[in-house]
């Protein structure tokens, strides 16, 4: 199993029903793209979130299934049109449940 969790810090001012249309356009996805387990897409409610609002959570089946997943131009297009536009910045962690 490969995780990958992204952190994003919306921009200021940032209507909730775009971040509501940006979340269920990421959720879809799971839907449409092999090799995914799990993907969900959370406010952030950590008490130490340093600005960053939203947490993509996901697993999927290998590294290369989550590298397919983020070039795949269903991705490219979520990201393009539903969140650049919303995103101040991000982070990113990955990782896999085998030892280094």
């Known amino acids: 199993m490969f995780h990958c969790t992204i952190l ?3 921009k200021p001012g940032i209507a909730l029903d775009r971040v509501r249309v940006a ?3 990421l959720q879809e996805l799971i839907e449409r ?3 995914i387990d ?3 897409v959370v406010h952030n409610l950590a008490t130490d979130r340093q600005g960053f609002n939203l947490a993509l959570f996901s697993a ?3 590294r290369t299934a989550c590298d397919i997943f983020f070039r795949h131009p ?3 297009r979520v990201w393009q049109h539903e969140l650049a536009p919303l995103i101040d910045r991000h982070v990113t ?3 896999d449940d085998e030892a280094s």
Do not use: K, N, V, W
Request: aromatic share 14%; proline share 5%.
């Open 38 to 40: 799990h993907l969900t």
């Open 60 to 62: 999927f089946e290998s």
């Open 23 to 25: 979340r269920e356009s």
């Open 74 to 76: 269903d991705y490219q």
């Open 8 to 10: 994003f810090a919306l």
């Open 33 to 35: 793209m092999p090799g």
């Open 93 to 95: 962690a990955q990782g």
